[in-house]
Structures are given as C-alpha cells and as structure tokens.
C-alpha cells in the first residue's frame, strides 16, 4: 500500500515544510513530543472547493472516520490506511474542516493536536489550569494561548481544548493543540 509521502511529492514537501515550523512552536512552548502523542495533523482551507480537492485526495489515502458538525461547520476526519511519519511518530488521521467565513492566512496544512490526559477526577478547570501551570505559555509574550470546548452532538466525554500559536503570525502561521481524549477516544464512546 502507498501513502501519502510516497505518492504525493508536492504535498509531501509541504508537510516537511509544517512540520518544521511546528517543531520551531513546540520548541517556543517546551513541549517534547517524545512525551506526547500527536493525535492529527490539521489542514485549513478558504473556500469549499479547495476543501473538495482536499477531501477527494485525502481519500485515496484513506477512509472517513467522522464527519461531524463542530461549531457550526462539517469537519471530516479521514484516516488513513498508512500512518504518516511527522515529529518521530506515525499519525494516521488528518482532520479536514469545510471553510466557514473565516480567511485563513496560508491554506494547508495548519495544526496538530497532542493529547494531554487528564488525571484522575480532574476537571475541566483542574486541566487547564495544571497545563497553564506546567507550560506557562501565557507568561511568553511570542505566544497566543486560546481555550475552548468544542461542541458536537453525540459526543460524551468533554473535548476542551488549549489552542497555542505565535503572536506574529507572518513567518510561522501553525498552531498546536492540547486535549485530554485522543480523537479515537472522543469517537468511540
């Protein structure tokens, strides 16, 4: 079976291109992700059709694993037959969002989300406050730091979310993302 660094030079090269910015974010964020699983890579995009080409490329490396409404707007999540190599792991599922009425400064390839577990009977508040804790990311002045909980019907384990990017967003537009459930988790309970 082929994937999609095999078979697809150009996106391939994009990809090496997103993942050494977000190594340059992680780094900005002390975040090793050898402690970390790297649960999806992300791509945005502007308008509906270049989510179509998205989405029919994707397929030829995969299947749909969700096709959910969040926040308003169809994201699929495609899982791919073969695991794509990114920061020293295998990562097998790409999340897709159709465009809503935000442009985004670069279309492509744009976030990663790590899982983080909550420890035992942490709430919400008690995990993003020990990851604020832990990481200080709101004391770097580089950083923007967003925290949120997405909402989709169905799903019962609580999704928050702490979204980290660059202030100056003209040299690296990437984001990481933090949750406690790993996408498969949130998907199969």
């Given at each position: 079976m082929?994937?999609?660094?095999?078979?697809?030079?150009?996106?391939?090269?994009?990809?090496?291109?997103?993942?050494?910015?977000?190594?340059?974010?992680?780094?900005?964020?002390?975040?090793?992700?050898?402690?970390?699983?790297?649960?999806?890579?992300?791509?945005?995009?502007?308008?509906?059709?270049?989510?179509?080409?998205?989405?029919?490329?994707?397929?030829?490396?995969?299947?749909?694993?969700?096709?959910?409404?969040v926040?308003?707007?169809?994201?699929?999540?495609?899982?791919?037959?073969?695991?794509?190599?990114?920061?020293?792991?295998?990562?097998?599922?790409?999340?897709?969002?159709?465009?809503?009425?935000?442009?985004?400064?670069?279309?492509?390839?744009?976030?990663?989300?790590?899982?983080?577990?909550?420890?035992?009977?942490?709430?919400?508040?008690?995990?993003?406050?020990?990851?604020?804790?832990?990481?200080?990311?709101?004391?770097?002045?580089?950083?923007?730091?967003?925290?949120?909980?997405?909402?989709?019907?169905?799903?019962?384990?609580?999704?928050?979310?702490?979204?980290?990017?660059?202030?100056?967003?003209t040299?690296?537009?990437?984001?990481?993302?933090?949750?406690?459930?790993?996408?498969?988790?949130?998907?199969?309970?």
């Open positions: 082929t994937n999609l660094q095999e078979k697809s030079p150009a996106l391939f090269s994009d990809l090496a291109e997103f993942e050494k910015k977000i190594q340059q974010l992680a780094q900005m964020m002390s975040i090793d992700f050898s402690n970390y699983e790297i649960d999806h890579l992300a791509v945005r995009v502007n308008n509906e059709q270049n989510a179509k080409n998205w989405l029919t490329l994707l397929l030829k490396y995969g299947r749909i694993l969700s096709d959910n409404i926040n308003g707007r169809k994201i699929y999540l495609i899982q791919l037959e073969k695991a794509v190599k990114f920061a020293n792991q295998f990562v097998d599922v790409i999340e897709l969002p159709f465009p809503k009425n935000k442009q985004y400064p670069v279309e492509g390839w744009e976030h990663i989300e790590v899982v983080m577990p909550f420890l035992p009977n942490e709430s919400i508040n008690e995990w993003v406050q020990r990851i604020n804790m832990r990481f200080l990311w709101s004391e770097l002045t580089q950083l923007t730091i967003k925290v949120s909980e997405p909402k989709v019907d169905g799903e019962r384990l609580p999704n928050p979310s702490i979204a980290v990017s660059f202030v100056d967003k040299s690296n537009h990437t984001c990481i993302k933090v949750h406690p459930y790993s996408i498969k988790k949130i998907l199969e309970v």
